[in-house]
């Protein structure tokens, strides 16, 4: 399969700094995309979704970016807070019948205090 | 209830045995799948049911059966595993048809093989 999503392991931000995670994706046929969060020990968590009809989505301190030119996505979370800390995965659907998500290989955000 | 419940959280077994994984779920959800995520990596989908059919295998070996006895039951019953299938196995739900929602993942069954 095709991959998705930029080798980016570690992001460290201050506390109440904005933060900006990236991700790339290959399929251009994907049209749906969704960001999770992952704390240690649990299943991922939705965070924000987009279509490929728009180019930005909003949420409360989160927005996500789409540059299909590019095929570029980006989720921007706005003065970041210790439970901000996780893994940020991008995920894509790849196309064919039904939901199919592909996930990029994740972010590890660090909130420094 | 927006929740997704898979039992047991935590299973240790020998290649030998024989044992299954449970998901639960009760939004109405007609599309549920496995997956499987190793430390530090992202999940890799597994399989996938829709209308309690199987719509995808992503080439994963017999040892490994799922099984969806209802819309709000998915079982993967493990056969004979390696080490090196040990891992976090997610399972998730959501509606069936492209582009319709995200997917609500559970906490995780743990499985360490010896």
């Known amino acids: 399969g095709e991959s998705v999503g930029l080798h980016l392991p570690t992001l460290s931000v201050q506390e109440g700094d904005n933060s900006i995670i990236n991700c790339a994706y290959s399929?251009?046929?994907?049209?749906?995309f969704i960001w999770y969060k992952q704390e240690s020990g649990k299943g991922p968590q939705f965070i924000i979704d987009?279509?490929?009809?728009?180019d930005k989505r909003q949420g409360q301190r989160v927005t996500v970016l789409l540059n299909k030119t590019v095929k570029h996505l980006s989720l921007q979370i706005a003065a970041t807070q210790p439970g901000d800390s996780a893994v940020y995965f991008c995920?894509?659907?790849?196309?064919?019948?039904?939901?199919?998500?592909?996930f990029g290989p994740g972010t590890r955000l660090s909130v420094l205090p | 209830d927006t929740e997704v419940t898979q039992t047991p959280k935590h299973l240790v077994m020998g290649m030998t045995n024989k044992k299954s994984l449970k998901c639960e779920q009760h939004?109405?959800?007609?599309?549920m799948y496995w997956y499987k995520q190793k430390a530090k990596k992202p999940p890799e989908l597994m399989f996938v049911?829709?209308?309690?059919?199987?719509?995808i295998n992503e080439s994963v070996p017999s040892r490994f059966s799922p099984e969806c006895p209802n819309s709000s039951l998915l079982n993967l019953h493990l056969h004979a595993l390696q080490p090196e299938d040990s891992a976090l196995y997610l399972c998730?739900?959501?509606?069936?048809?492209?582009?319709?929602?995200?997917?609500?993942f559970g906490e995780g069954s743990r499985l360490t093989v010896l």
């Open positions: 998730a739900s959501s509606l069936a048809d492209r582009n319709t929602g995200e997917l609500f």
């Open positions: 939004m109405g959800h007609r599309a």
């Open positions: 987009i279509r490929s009809n728009m």
């Open positions: 995920a894509e659907n790849v196309g064919g019948y039904g939901q199919n998500f592909v």
């Open positions: 049911y829709s209308y309690e059919k199987l719509s």
């Open positions: 399929n251009s046929a994907s049209d749906y």
